[in-house]
């Protein structure tokens, strides 16, 4: 079945301890993303990657990097969460033409306290 | 700048009402997409359709259609016969050329009552 999955779904952790939500897809595609999602905001992307080893920010990167070391792997990664960083989080992935739409991964809900 | 607005917070209509829901973007860029999804109560994002900017053709899936607009800037969603399952939260998306980021409206959150 084709799906982008993400680990963990739930997540309570406190401020300053370094966390990695992972992200795969095996669909083959080239493009990945990150996006926040907040109450009465939308989402918002946060890094985004068109292929392997190339990645670049999205409209809300600070606080968090991300690897694409592998075609089918986009993991999240808090070096030092804080509180404004809990929401919910959405890991996404198309071919590689902005005609595509992007097929999106379950969800992450983080907390951090 | 590239932004989509959808200025319906939320709506709530009573089931087998027709409803519509709101998208006006803005963009500079000739060639561009537009997309619509949907977020049930239980959280994923479906994909529901795409538009690109030179097929102004209106679309018709079962009880959902889709008016796209360039003269307004304008993709408007409409569902008929409203049903229970419609309820979620719906958001209107703009990617536009190169490998862009797609950019989100706020979301429109849609309570259907039996």
């Known amino acids: 079945e084709a799906q982008v999955t993400q680990n963990p779904r739930y997540l309570i952790t406190v401020t300053g301890k370094k966390l990695t939500v992972t992200c795969s897809q095996n669909m083959n595609h080239e493009y990945m993303s990150w996006y926040r999602q907040d109450p009465g905001l939308g989402l918002r992307q946060i890094y985004y990657?068109?292929?392997?080893?190339?990645?670049d920010k999205g409209d809300v990167p600070e606080g968090y990097k991300v690897s694409r070391k592998e075609k089918r792997n986009f993991p999240l990664i808090l070096e030092s969460p804080s509180p404004n960083q809990t929401s919910l989080y959405f890991c996404?992935?198309?071919?590689?033409?902005?005609?595509?739409?992007?097929?999106f991964g379950p969800g992450t809900r983080l907390t951090v306290l | 700048a590239q932004k989509v607005t959808q200025a319906q917070t939320e709506i709530s209509v009573v089931e087998k009402e027709d409803v519509t829901l709101d998208c006006v973007y803005e963009t500079r860029d000739t060639t561009y997409y537009l997309f619509w999804y949907k977020q049930p109560p239980s959280g994923e994002l479906v994909f529901l359709i795409r538009r690109n900017s030179f097929d102004e053709q209106n679309e018709i899936s079962g009880r959902y259609s889709w008016n796209f607009q360039k003269s307004t800037s304008s993709f408007n969603f409409t569902i008929t016969a409203s049903q229970v399952v419609d309820s979620a939260v719906y958001f209107c998306a703009l990617s536009y050329s190169g490998n862009t980021p797609l950019v989100f409206g706020k979301g429109t959150r849609l309570s259907v009552i039996a």
């Open positions: 990657s068109m292929n392997v080893e190339v990645t």
């Open positions: 996404a992935s198309k071919w590689g033409s902005s005609y595509n739409e992007q097929f």
